[in-house]
């Protein structure tokens, strides 16, 4: 083709990112499985043990209840921000009064450390100190919500703060989906006749998905990375019932100095992922060719 | 380029219909009366101003407003706390209004803190933190943008590759690549040192950096594009003067992506900026997470929320553009 | 930021060349002390070393126990820009460090002033490796203490417990007082700090050292071991619902005001207790290991990684002198609320809970704390097992016995 010359700047333009790729992500993803099977604890050492962490890892009950709650976190978490984000998003698309106070205090949570945020959550959550014993002052004794405090039930709590943080960013990214759909579709729905809610069902969220893509990619990095939440509201307790693998992967790399078993940990969550995003990834390649060729 | 700007012609128009048409404000609300015809329920997006309550408006509000109030119970918590003295923290009534509001718990944060041997608060890491910040947005920005544009528009070798390795590597957690980062910057002599810290929010900032402007440009018709190629335009002619211009809203949206992540980044600031550069999050660290030493939890709720003042106040200046700038190209794509 | 290194260099050397008296031992120290009495106790070393011709760099960084602060060391020791001096606990956290080389062995300072006859040697002990030391301890904190409300204790109509039976007789009282028996936090190290004084208070010094130091397994599967787990499987019972999501100083401020019996919590919980503006062993009553008294030796010490320049050893060494100097010692742990690591001190000025370590000190009733004999990955195991077993009821002492088993087989 006569465009090479062309392709070669765009080539250019993308060696930073070639060395980024190359260094920071495939050298260090390269490294750390390295390192995961090595006998490393503080520093890393370059001897062999083979799968030694790897077993040591599946023989944890620690990670089994990691890798549970992860995924019971990740299912609530990414329905939970994206139903409530979307309905706050269709709600503030209705011409509302204040809706620049409203956005902003749907967003906020998004800017504070959750550290501190994480505290005022786990205070109004304790049962003799916030909720339960606000209601059992103001006379309503019966009232029990000790969910905090519950092993089977703490996790849920964890999701649940999870989307009040979470829930304002797809309420943004889907507002903004929502101004973009032409106007005309709505009047053109109107003289059908269709009723609101099905316009919204079957029209709108289809215009959506690529907004819906976006936002379930950054919730999606947002599970899997999930740590913040877990430190800072319930420090992976009651025992160790909302312990998550970001959680593992980070105490053994630091506190408990031992780093090839925290390697090995990221490493299975990167297979995981891996085995996940393949698909998706093959299915982006067939449209890429496509628009190419288009 | 007749051809080209016929095409972008069109495009262009679609993104000003939808920018006047997304009012965001009440304020502005006026301004896209004349396009929303008359006849309109309320309940109905795009409808008018509504003249009269219907129960289904009341319906939205007490929807907005009790969202509105749950989301704000931590700050209730957050704010009352901060105006608190210590001695009446431990007496436990977290939940209950203060009996004699103070601010000193505000001074404190600020200004006399202890975060280490020194306690002159918060503020000291404020000027790291601006110094960290704008050069981390631009620059993860800028590659970003041209990694978007030469993924989307030229495809050149390797891209899927590129593509596939920054979005696995979004889903790892970062405190893995701590240590051999450390090693490769120490290597190229950038460890402990600002150029340092801005290259590591970089590096981390690129894959979502990445994501977001594909998927963005990939919402641009690429017909738009194959016109200007054939007018003889190159790389960088086409992305500054075709690309960049259009570019306007999903840059704002990247800042605000960028700046909430770089200005409460905590660990890399901490391993990677060295000493004389640390931010203000280190030292909002070291006033709340005390592990055995005397917790003052109104000081630590104040220097949260004082932190937290220069996303927020982005947010705030930029909030118009962010909602219009997703508008124009998510949809299409 | 070579440059700059190079001109920083230059401009030592120039200073040294003008006035080569003043010439400043520069010392840059990573510590985790943040809070406000920790910063009041952390500055007392500051002075003495400036008084003492030096110039204090601080790095402070705090979270998590000391965690980040020893993950920023190790990085600034990987990325080959060590600080000067690093604070660790009194434990088996820097002895890697140790074996591949990169810590200062400070044997000429430790025979100058004469550590072996006057440092603890529980603690000296500790900062030894292969006939070297490598760390200055600087103080003593203790993690076995049992904390009480005379106040609460007068109301329910019981004295403090001198024995275990003693003590659930008072829980059983408080609990039909009203009074939240034992205060108890949610977080694991202090259900493990709790595990501990049990161990030792119901298990003794002998048994502790079994287990902890000989890793005898035998000792785990004993009877002995069994009570302790029995106690510990009966303490559940007393604990509240609010445990969860409360943190220690939260757990000992129910003390201090009477709303909770006891609490078992380490000597830095003096801190909470003064703040408040009540006196420790008077409005808070303290019982330094209930039945079998001991002593736990915990505590912190700082290491000096080897330095490229080779000035960097003198501001180290002056540093590890100063640290340990009586009146800095005092001076120190007075505001640290820790007890000092040499024994020929003043300690007059301290309060009477401190005065009753000390006398547990001088009799020689002592044990290292745990994370001097195992290392932080079996520490963290150990953390899993009695976290769990502390908020899941379902988990019988017998379930205790054998998780703790195979943890200390596997060593």
Redesign the interface.
Known sequence: MK?RL??L???F??L???A??V???????A??IRISLSSS????SDDFVGLKSYYRLFST??WIISVQNVAIFGVIFIIGALVIGF??AV??????????L????????????F???G?????????????Q??MHNLGWESFTF?W??R?DR?IYLVAFAGI?QAS?LVM??L?????????DL?KAA?IDGIP?WRVYLHIVIP??A??F??AL??L??AV??V?DLVVA?????????TEVP?KF???????????A???AA?TV??IA??VV?TPL?YH??II?RR??A? | MTEATDSPGSWAG?TS??AT??????AT?GAADS??KGG?R?????????TRITPA?IG??A??VV??L??????Y??VI?SLKPMSEIRL?N??SLPDAPTVEAWVEAWAHACTGVDCNGIQVGLMNSFKILIPSVILSIT?GA??GY?LSF?????A?F????????????????????VM?LSYIGLYNSLPGIVAVH??FG?P?M???FR?YY??LP?DLFKAA?IDGG???TIFFYLILPMSGPILV?ATILQV?GIW?D?LFGLIFAGRESQPM?VL??NV??VTTGVRE?NV??AA??L??LV??FV??IS??W???????G???? | MRLSHHLALLGTALVCLATPVQAAEKAEVLHWWTSGSESAAVNEFKKAFTAAGGEWTDAAVAG??G??A??VG?NRI?GGNPTTAMQFNTSQ?FY??ID?GLLQPLDAVAAKDNWAKVVNPVVLGAVTRNGHIYAVPVNIHSNNWLWFSPAALKKAGVEAPKTWDDFFTDLDALKKAGIIPLAQS???WTQQLTFFDVLLGAGGTELYLKIMKDHDVNAVKSPEFKKVADILSKMRDYL???????QWNQAISLVISGQAGFNFMGDWAKGEVVVAGKVPGVDVGCIPGLGKSSYWIGGDVFVFPKQKDPNALKAQELLAHVMLSPEVQVAFNNKKGSAPVRADVDTSSMDACGKAGLQLLASGAFVPGSDMLI???T??SIH?LI??????KSKTSADLVDGFAKIISNL
């Open positions: 465009l062309r392709d700047t765009a080539q333009a993308l930073p990112t070639w980024i790729v260094f920071a992500y495939i050298g260090t993803i490294w750390s604890r503080i520093l890393p009950d620690r309905l706050l709600m503030l698309d209705q011409r509302i009064k204040g809706e620049s409203f956005r902003t205090i749907f967003l906020y949570p998004y800017a504070m450390s550290v501190v945020t505290l005022a959550w786990q205070w109004i959550l304790n049962p003799s100190l916030g909720l014993q606000m000790d905090l405090a092993g703490a009040w304002g943004a990214i507002l903004a989906g929502l101004r973009g759909i032409d106007e709505w109107r609101t215009l959506l690529g907004m893509a976006t990619v950054l999606a990095t899997v990375k740590y509201m319930t420090g992976g307790g009651p025992g160790v019932s970001a992967v980070i105490d053994y790399l630091f506190n408990r100095q031992n780093i078993l925290a390697t990221s969550m990167f992922v891996l995003l990834l982006q390649y890429g628009r190419a288009a | 679609g219909k939808s048409s997304a009012p965001v404000d009440a609300a396009r929303a309109l309320g309940t109905e997006p795009w409808g008018p101003k509504p408006r939205i509000y929807f907005l969202a509105a749950f989301f704000l119970m931590p700050f918590v957050m706390t436990g977290l939940m590659l041209v990694n030469a030229w495809r050149p070798w390797g899927n590129i593509f596939a390795v920054l979005l696995l590597g979004a889903f790892i957690p970062y405190q893995v690549y701590l240590y051999p980062l490769m970089t590096i690129l979502i990445t994501l977001l998927n990939a919402g690429i190629r190159s790389f960088w949206v909430t409460n905590f999050t909002l660290n709340v997470n939890y630590n709720m949260t929320i932190t937290a996303p927020l947010y705030f909030g118009r962010f909602v219009r700038g997703i508008a124009s998510a949809v299409k794509g | 998590g126990g965690e980040t020893r993950a190790v990987i956290q890697e460090l591949k949610g977080d694991s509240d619902e609010g445990m969860q999501g409360r290392a932080p990955d520490d963290g899993d976290g769990t077993f502390f908020t899941d």
